[in-house]
């Protein structure tokens, strides 16, 4: 009897080992490439894109307008094959690719773009595009006077020129424009009909009828995963890899022992350091990392009354941060150290910032200056993200040797959010995503409604006024980093590092080449080496 | 017996109604709103004004709660603040691939605790007994997030026999496929409901077997068979049913760590990420829906009671 059953049994483990085995990257002649994400997408409209999952689905689905060069972050031509600015530094005039195509057949046109740009004008439109766009002229006028509940009527800076031709004509020059431009299309034939306020929830969204990207949807399985085959009619050529699955595995261990088992071929961009030796080892992966436009910093309340109005108090505590331990023992060098408001991407970086020294003793001094002998302080940061809790460690470690006490509190997310939004924080460790063009306008004019730290410098005020309005990228980048010095002067903040993004593919992906700002950036050049030996 | 049922039943509306008012509070009064600044992204103050505006969440807290009542009474539970579709809907379409792994494992864990309960109550001090307590505490007390990991790291990893993510291998969803991917939560599962209800099978039917009438069935040369299905059994039912309905509702609701831990589809995960992301209407309808089930399972409670023991009938 016992006998039987156990044969019983080995009968049913060999059925099912057999069912399953290591996943094929071909079947038949289609090849297949399983990502990793940790949630699935909200959204695929492009225009209301607010987290990470939608995003990186959003960019295999859509092409944009421009894109930004993954090594020097300078405008390149996309969708938008050609442009041309004119004379007066105000008015652009954009060409589309001959061969964009909608996925339905039909042409992507300038009237798409117009409508486009309509819909993100519009009053009822609630995504954040609406931020660059509002330098266009009449956009703002759009904005407030537009009565009908579509995106129709006119912008007055944008003209439909003919059926690939479009102009858009600012109301004052504003530099950074073009690498804003990097937002996809709507269909306008299809959507135009649809009031602005309903399109978030619109059909649109969840089934993506047309797109224009290098992947069409193929179904969207609630919560297990997206299905996008490769577009035939793609305007740089139908993609190499026939099926991308977009898995969505909410756990890292998980993914990680799925990639090591062969059953899953990428995890972008969010890989833990301390699994990169791990997954090293294994010849069948590759670690590839890429430096990406976000940073962590320490903000400083000044708007509370506390003894961190007073500038030598906020600089020794920015004394006393070691970057450089920070950057080699927490991030294990997967980070760059930083030490003001922009990326050694930007073209107007400023090395002459870098400090290493860690001075202990001067930091005492200058407390000591400010009238404090003692001195507590709180720091809040988020729940789940073990590097800010090791650097809030770290800080309050350093910063008792000088005397000054630092109270941990540790929130969930939404909760840490309120905090930093009603301003009931003293100092806070808080991350932030820059754009490509190196303009601090939105985060460090005084008027910006992006400068949520309430820095105001009239200097600095006057420094950006110039910089956007510069034409040459020399003057500006020399603008900015006289802005850059006053800003790290006045230290209304401690930059500490900029992490890089560490993804781990399958060595039998090629041509693999993440963007600072998009993992699938050249996804249609991507090759799976199983196919060429198949074929 | 009408009448009884009658109060039963305005009883459980009431609690429902302030456990709607009781969750509409707390939700609001904790911090944070759906679509609050985030200052780690680029959000257009004057959009998310109008965003809240179009969602009449800038209206007065009591204005709010009557709209949503009076729609929620309408049958409308009003759409997910996060995914923009009715919340309805987005339960429904979690709860097939939820039921698939709650039924199995409440179904499996009890069918065999019961069996296991019962054999161990009748074999004091043995080592089955032991062997059993160290299972049973064991199933207690692993966390099931520990123990899916090593699940995982086995049978994925070193003897990859079964799939670990999902319901299913994107492209395939057979039966077969299904039913490879279900193993390991399955397992997870069935291991912590047997521990749960093992030892409380086990009390029960140890308490009646210690019981006078008992010993008076056997000195009546009732054989131990006869025994156990005539006169134990039958007594240590109500225990073991209040523990039973009251796990019911957990069938719906979902097993929020096997789920997380396998990428499973289900209501569970989807009921996590919408409370952390402040989806008042989808917090509102879930909790709701838990609160309705545990009423009708304590109704269906109170009526097996009175299937199962003449004597509460009579009392009725």
């Not at chain 1, 020097?72 to 105000?90: F, I, R």
């Amino acid at each position: 009897m016992r006998r039987m059953l156990l044969a019983a049994l080995s009968l049913v483990l060999l059925f099912l080992s057999g069912c399953h085995g290591h996943k094929e990257h071909a079947t038949g002649q289609e090849t297949e490439l399983h990502v990793a994400a940790m949630a699935g997408p909200i959204t695929l409209n492009p225009l209301f894109l607010r987290d990470s999952a939608s995003a990186e689905v959003a960019s295999l689905l859509h092409a944009t307008l421009l894109v930004t060069d993954p090594d020097t972050l300078a405008p390149q031509p996309h969708l938008v094959s050609s442009w041309e600015v004119l004379e007066d530094n105000l008015t652009y005039i954009f060409t589309l690719h001959e061969n964009a195509y909608w996925t339905d057949g039909l042409p992507i046109t300038a009237e798409d773009a117009a409508f486009t740009m309509r819909v993100i004008c519009h009053p009822d439109y609630t995504g954040w595009l609406f931020l660059p766009l509002q330098y266009v002229a009449g956009a703002q006028e759009y904005k407030q006077n537009h009565q009908s509940l579509f995106a129709d009527g006119f912008i007055a800076g944008i003209k439909v020129l003919d059926e690939k031709t479009f102009s858009i004509t600012l109301k004052e020059p504003y530099a950074p424009f073009l690498s804003f431009l990097t937002f996809p299309l709507l269909p306008a034939h299809l959507l135009s009909s649809v009031e602005v306020r309903r399109l978030e929830a619109h059909e649109y969204s969840f089934k993506l009828p047309v797109s224009s990207g290098p992947y069409l949807l193929a179904a969207w399985d609630t919560d297990e995963y997206v299905h996008v085959k490769a577009n035939p009619n793609f305007f740089l050529g139908k993609p190499k890899i026939e099926h991308i699955y977009y898995r969505f595995v909410p756990n890292v261990e998980t993914q990680v022992i799925e990639l090591l088992a062969g059953k899953l071929d990428l995890i972008p961009t969010a890989v833990k350091v301390e699994d990169v030796s791990r997954l090293q080892a294994d010849p069948q992966i590759k670690i590839y990392t890429n430096p990406r436009l976000v940073y962590d910093y320490i903000a400083i309340n000044t708007k509370k009354d506390s003894p961190l109005q007073d500038r030598r108090v906020r600089q020794a505590l920015a004394t006393l941060v070691d970057r450089r331990e920070i950057v080699n023992n927490v991030l294990l060098g997967f980070a760059d150290p930083l030490y003001g408001p922009l990326l050694p991407l930007h073209f107007a970086y400023d090395r002459s910032l870098h400090t290493e020294a860690v001075d202990l003793a001067a930091a005492r001094e200058l407390l000591v200056a400010a009238g404090y002998k003692n001195l507590q302080l709180n720091l809040v940061f988020n729940a789940g993200n073990l590097v800010r809790e090791n650097v809030a460690l770290l800080l309050k470690e350093q910063a008792a040797k000088i005397g000054i006490d630092i109270q941990l509190s540790l929130l969930e997310w939404e909760a840490f959010l309120a905090a930093i939004n009603e301003g009931d924080y003293e100092l806070a460790i808080l991350g932030r995503g820059v754009e490509a063009d190196p303009d601090l306008t939105y985060h460090w004019h005084s008027e910006s409604l992006g400068n949520a730290l309430g820095y105001k410098n009239e200097e600095v005020d006057i420094l950006l006024e110039q910089a956007i309005k510069a034409t040459t990228q020399e003057e500006r980048a020399t603008l900015y980093r006289q802005a850059q010095k006053k800003i790290v002067a006045d230290i209304p903040a401690i930059w500490l590092y900029s992490r890089q993004a560490i993804h781990a593919v399958s060595a039998a992906v090629e041509n693999f080449r993440p963007h600072p700002e998009s993992v699938f950036f050249n996804v249609h050049e991507w090759t799976l080496k199983a196919e060429e030996e198949n074929m | 017996m009408i009448f009884q049922l009658v109060r039963r039943f305005t009883q459980t509306l009431l609690v429902l109604f302030g456990v709607s008012i009781a969750t509409f509070l707390t939700m609001h009064l904790a911090p944070g709103h759906p679509l609050q600044a985030n200052p780690e992204l680029r959000l257009d103050p004057t959009a998310v004004e109008r965003w809240l505006q179009l969602r009449n969440l800038d209206q007065p807290l009591p204005a709010q709660y009557i709209s949503w009542l009076s729609r929620m009474l309408r049958g409308d539970f009003g759409q997910s603040l996060l995914y923009n579709r009715p919340v309805t809907e987005l339960i429904l379409e979690r709860l097939p691939s939820t039921l698939l792994l709650t039924v199995p494992a409440f179904v499996l864990g009890l069918l065999l605790a019961i069996i296991v309960g019962i054999y161990v109550a009748r074999k004091q001090n043995s080592w089955a007994e032991r062997l059993v307590q160290i299972f049973s505490l064991a199933g207690i007390s692993v966390p099931s997030y520990w123990f899916g990991i090593v699940l995982i790291i086995l049978f994925t990893y070193r003897f990859p026999l079964f799939s670990a993510v999902g319901m299913r291998t994107p492209g395939d969803g057979s039966f077969w496929d299904i039913i490879q991917h279900m193993v390991l939560p399955l397992t997870v599962m069935i291991f912590h409901n047997f521990a749960y209800y093992v030892r409380h099978v086990r009390s029960a039917v140890l308490n009646v077997l210690n019981l006078d009438f008992v010993r008076a069935a056997k000195a009546r040369g009732l054989t131990d068979r006869q025994v156990m299905i005539l006169h134990v059994l039958p007594n240590s039912a109500i225990p073991i049913i209040t523990i039973a309905t009251l796990s019911l509702p957990m069938l719906f609701t979902g097993a929020m760590m096997a789920e997380q831990v396998f990428a499973w589809p289900g209501v569970g995960r989807f009921i996590v990420t919408s409370t952390m992301a402040r989806d008042y209407p989808v917090i509102m309808t879930v909790n709701l829906y838990t609160a309705s089930l545990v009423a009708i399972a304590n109704f269906f409670a109170d009526v097996l009671y009175l299937l199962v023991d003449p004597r509460l009938r009579v009392k009725a």
